[in-house]
C-alpha cells in the first residue's frame, strides 16, 4: 500500500492509498517540518533521510506539564490539563464536631458522648456524603447531623440518628438532602411491617390492630393494656373469671354484701340472668324454687324491683340448754332456739361469725333483727349480760324497765334489733315476751 504525505493548510497528513493535496517533497521535509501539526501515517514512500529527519522532528517536539497526576483532555480543538474526576469517597474517622465535604465519609463514634456532623454549605446537585456508626454506639449517645441551611428530606430541622450499627447516605438533589439508611451490625432492628418480632419499650401512635391476631398470637403477661375505642373485639375468649353483666357477660358466680356491686339498678331480667335453681339448669323463681341459704342481700336495692310472695328466715334449734356466753354468729342465723331447760343465766354475744366481727359488714344506718328463744323448766333463768363484738351493749328495753329474772315453766323469747350509729357503735332495742 502506497502511502504519501501531502500538504494541505500547513498540515501533514497520512491519507493511505489516496493522495489529497500537494505531496511534499523530501525538502520540505527536511527543511519545513517545524510549527506542523502531524497526523502520522505509514512514512514508507520517503527516502531515508526524509523519514530519519521526520523521526529526529517528532522526537524533539516538547509540551509543557500540568499539575501532577492530571490528565489531558480534549476541548474539540486543544488538550486541557485537568484532574481525575473523583471516583469514590475518601473517609476520616471523627469523634467530635465536624463538616463533612462532598463525597467524604466520616466513621463517627459517640461511646464518649454525642456531637454533631454539619453538612456542606451551598451543596450542587449530585453532591453526597455517608455517615456512620462505627461503634455502635448512636444508640446511647445519638449522633446529630446538621443541616446547615438546606433542608433534609425537605424537613427544616437536623437529623437525629439514635439507631446503632446504622449508616446513612445523603444526596442532594438540588431542593434537598435525600436521606437512604442502611441498619446493619450490633446496633437497632427496623421495624417491619409483615415480620414477627419483639418491640420493647415503643409507643405505637393510634395503630391497627387486627382482633384476629390478639385471638390466636401469644401476647404474654402484659401488666396492663388499655385499649380505648376497641371494636370487634372477643368478649369471652381468654377472660379469666366472669364478665359482669354490665359488661355483656352472662352472669355472676356469687352474690356480695350488696346486690347493686354486681348488677347496679338490679331489674327482674338481671335476676333472671344471675341467679339459677340447684341444678344451675333454671333462672330461680321466689316462692317455687329452692330457698336462699341465708344470702346477703340489701332490702333497699330489692324494693320496687321484685315481688316476694315467701322468705323463710334461717333459725338454729339447739338441743342443750345455753352455755355460760351465747355467741349469736348473725351472717348464718338470726335465730336461736334453746329447747332444754335453761341451768344459768347467760352472757349473749351478737357477731357476723367467729372471724369476722358486725361491725365489718355493717353500715352506718344498717339494721339487723335476732331473736334468742330460752326454754325455762321450774327455775327460770334469763340473759344478763348484753355485748355486740364481744363489747358490751346497754339495750334499751320495750316498756322502759329490763328484765330482772326470765318466766319458770315457760319459753321466753327475747328479740333484740341492733342498729350501727357509728364506726362499732350499736344502739340495741329489747324486748323479752313469755310464751306459756
Known amino acids: 500500500m502506497a502511502t504519501i504525505i501531502l500538504r494541505d493548510s500547513g498540515s501533514i497528513s497520512s491519507p493511505g492509498s489516496t493522495a489529497k493535496g500537494t505531496p511534499l517533497t523530501n525538502l520540505e521535509v527536511d527543511n519545513n517540518f517545524s510549527n506542523l501539526n502531524i497526523t502520522l501515517g505509514v512514512l514508507s514512500n520517503l527516502t531515508t533521510t526524509?523519514?530519519?529527519?521526520?523521526?529526529?522532528?517528532?522526537?524533539?517536539?516538547?509540551?509543557?506539564?500540568?499539575?501532577?497526576?492530571?490528565?489531558?483532555?480534549?476541548?474539540?480543538?486543544?488538550?486541557?490539563?485537568?484532574?481525575?474526576?473523583?471516583?469514590?469517597?475518601?473517609?476520616?474517622?471523627?469523634?467530635?464536631?465536624?463538616?463533612?465535604?462532598?463525597?467524604?465519609?466520616?466513621?463517627?463514634?459517640?461511646?464518649?458522648?454525642?456531637?454533631?456532623?454539619?453538612?456542606?454549605?451551598?451543596?450542587?446537585?449530585?453532591?453526597?456524603?455517608?455517615?456512620?456508626?462505627?461503634?455502635?454506639?448512636?444508640?446511647?449517645?445519638?449522633?446529630?447531623?446538621?443541616?446547615?441551611?438546606?433542608?433534609?428530606?425537605?424537613?427544616?430541622?437536623?437529623?437525629?440518628?439514635?439507631?446503632?450499627?446504622?449508616?446513612?447516605?445523603?444526596?442532594?438533589?438540588?431542593?434537598?438532602?435525600?436521606?437512604?439508611?442502611?441498619?446493619?451490625?450490633?446496633?437497632?432492628?427496623?421495624?417491619?411491617?409483615?415480620?414477627?418480632?419483639?418491640?420493647?419499650?415503643?409507643?405505637?401512635?393510634?395503630?391497627?390492630?387486627?382482633?384476629?391476631?390478639?385471638?390466636?398470637?401469644?401476647?404474654?403477661?402484659?401488666?396492663?393494656?388499655?385499649?380505648?375505642?376497641?371494636?370487634?373485639?372477643?368478649?369471652?375468649?381468654?377472660?379469666?373469671?366472669?364478665?359482669?353483666?354490665?359488661?355483656?357477660?352472662?352472669?355472676?358466680?356469687?352474690?356480695?354484701?350488696?346486690?347493686?356491686?354486681?348488677?347496679?339498678?338490679?331489674?327482674?331480667?338481671?335476676?333472671?340472668?344471675?341467679?339459677?335453681?340447684?341444678?344451675?339448669?333454671?333462672?330461680?323463681?321466689?316462692?317455687?324454687?329452692?330457698?336462699?341459704?341465708?344470702?346477703?342481700?340489701?332490702?333497699?336495692?330489692?324494693?320496687?324491683?321484685?315481688t316476694i310472695r315467701s322468705v323463710f328466715e334461717t333459725g338454729n334449734v339447739v338441743a342443750s340448754a345455753p352455755g355460760a356466753n351465747v355467741q349469736i354468729d348473725l351472717g348464718t342465723r338470726a335465730v336461736q332456739y334453746f329447747i332444754s331447760d335453761a341451768s344459768t343465766n347467760f352472757t349473749v354475744n351478737f357477731r357476723n361469725s367467729a372471724a369476722a366481727n358486725l361491725n365489718s359488714v355493717m353500715s352506718v344506718g344498717n339494721t339487723i333483727t335476732s331473736a334468742v328463744i330460752v326454754t325455762n323448766g321450774a327455775s327460770a333463768y334469763y340473759p344478763t349480760v348484753y355485748q355486740v363484738d364481744g363489747t358490751a351493749v346497754t339495750p334499751k328495753w320495750q316498756g322502759g324497765t329490763a328484765p330482772t329474772q326470765g318466766n319458770a315453766s315457760s319459753t321466753d323469747a327475747y328479740i333484740f334489733t341492733i342498729v350501727k350509729t357509728a364506726s362499732a357503735t350499736f344502739t340495741v332495742l329489747a324486748s323479752q315476751t313469755k310464751f306459756a
Open 50 to 306: 526524509a523519514n530519519a529527519n521526520l523521526v529526529s522532528a517528532i522526537n524533539s517536539i516538547t509540551f509543557t506539564p500540568g499539575t501532577a497526576g492530571n490528565v489531558l483532555t480534549s476541548t474539540g480543538s486543544t488538550f486541557t490539563s485537568q484532574s481525575l474526576p473523583a471516583s469514590g469517597l475518601s473517609y476520616v474517622e471523627k469523634s467530635a464536631n465536624y463538616t463533612v465535604t462532598n463525597n467524604q465519609g466520616v466513621l463517627s463514634n459517640t461511646a464518649a458522648g454525642a456531637f454533631t456532623i454539619t453538612l456542606p454549605a451551598s451543596p450542587t446537585v449530585g453532591n453526597q456524603v455517608v455517615i456512620a456508626d462505627s461503634f455502635g454506639s448512636w444508640s446511647s449517645n445519638n449522633l446529630t447531623i446538621g443541616r446547615n441551611g438546606s433542608t433534609i428530606e425537605n424537613s427544616a430541622a437536623d437529623l437525629v440518628c439514635d439507631v446503632g450499627g446504622a449508616s446513612v447516605q445523603l444526596v442532594y438533589t438540588g431542593n434537598t438532602w435525600d436521606v437512604f439508611a442502611t441498619v446493619a451490625g450490633t446496633g437497632g432492628t427496623a421495624v417491619t411491617l409483615d415480620g414477627t418480632q419483639t418491640l420493647t419499650n415503643k409507643t405505637l401512635t393510634a395503630p391497627t390492630i387486627n382482633s384476629a391476631n390478639i385471638v390466636t398470637s401469644n401476647v404474654g403477661t402484659p401488666s396492663y393494656i388499655v385499649l380505648t375505642n376497641a371494636t370487634a373485639l372477643p368478649l369471652s375468649t381468654g377472660v379469666t373469671g366472669t364478665l359482669p353483666v354490665a359488661n355483656g357477660g352472662t352472669g355472676i358466680t356469687s352474690f356480695g354484701s350488696n346486690v347493686a356491686t354486681f348488677l347496679g339498678s338490679p331489674t327482674s331480667a338481671n335476676l333472671a340472668l344471675a341467679v339459677t335453681d340447684e341444678t344451675g339448669s333454671g333462672s330461680l323463681v321466689f316462692g317455687t324454687s329452692p330457698s336462699l341459704t341465708t344470702p346477703d342481700i340489701t332490702t333497699a336495692n330489692l324494693l320496687g324491683y321484685s
